[in-house]
């Protein structure tokens, strides 16, 4: 069973920086995508950013600029280095790992969808 363990959240002025960090383990090979996902209260769990094991990222709008996600090649682990927080950062940050892989000779594939248990980001003065 792949497991993710999130570093890195805490409590942070406006214009700020943190770090986040996740690793997965228990997995043989190199998670398709990984990336994290933020949920603030009474709000939608929306995405932040990605990263794929070929190397394409995705960037919500809302942290072009402040924000860059960091994954060494096909790593199972990435970093989010969040600059420039404001308050609106605030939220339960959750990395997530998703992908698919062959599991028979006729080429069906298992999906598969993994979340860590979150670590908080407060952005306040």
């Known amino acids: 069973q792949v497991q993710l363990v999130e570093s890195g959240g805490g409590l942070v002025q406006p214009g700020g920086s943190l770090t986040l960090s996740c690793v997965a383990s228990?997995?043989?090979?190199?998670?398709?995508?990984m990336g994290w996902y933020r949920q603030a209260p009474g709000k939608q769990r929306e995405l932040v950013a990605s990263?794929?094991?070929?190397?394409?990222?995705n960037l919500a709008d809302s942290v072009q600029g402040r924000f860059t996600i960091s994954r060494a090649g096909a790593r199972n682990a990435i970093d989010l280095l969040m600059n420039s927080l404001r308050p609106e950062d605030t939220a339960v940050y959750y990395c997530n790992a998703r992908g698919s892989f062959v599991i028979n000779v006729e080429g069906a594939r298992h999906q598969y969808d993994y979340w860590g248990q979150g670590t908080q980001v407060t952005v306040s003065s």
């Open positions: 228990g997995s043989r090979s190199s998670l398709d995508v």
């Open positions: 990263s794929s094991k070929g190397g394409h990222v």
